[in-house]
Nanobody, 119 residues
């Protein structure tokens, strides 16, 4: 499985971006998919995941970010609204064959896409 993330960029605080992650392979529908981010000097952290038909969010993005997936297109998205400077990071998509995708459970990682939020 290969993951290709896109959609990052520079946006002002309060703005929006939508990240996309296209996956190769025919078993996408069975995978837990998620988004993670890593700011300079910090560890990679969980942002959002789609698993078993439900969506999960980090407290820091709850109410502002929405994860969705289009299984017909093998693509997972994260819509990011009301962006804050502290959301600035490299964002990675990831997939897990079993269980909820996490930093330690992910089987596949995308290449990352930079999101920069200016104040």
């Amino acid at each position: 499985v290969q993951l290709q993330a896109s959609g990052g960029g520079l946006v002002q605080a309060g703005g929006s971006l939508r990240l996309s992650c296209a996956a190769s392979g025919s078993t996408f529908i069975t995978y837990s998919m998620g988004w993670f981010r890593q700011a300079p000097g910090k560890e990679r952290e969980f942002v959002a995941r789609s698993w078993s038909g439900r969506q999960y969010y980090a407290d820091s993005v709850k109410g502002r970010f929405t994860i969705s997936r289009d299984n017909a297109k093998n693509t997972v998205y994260v819509q990011m609204n009301s962006l804050k400077p502290e959301d600035t990071a490299v964002y990675y998509c990831a997939a897990a064959r079993t269980g909820p995708v996490s930093v330690t459970n992910a089987d596949y990682w995308g290449q990352g896409t930079q999101v920069t939020v200016s104040s």
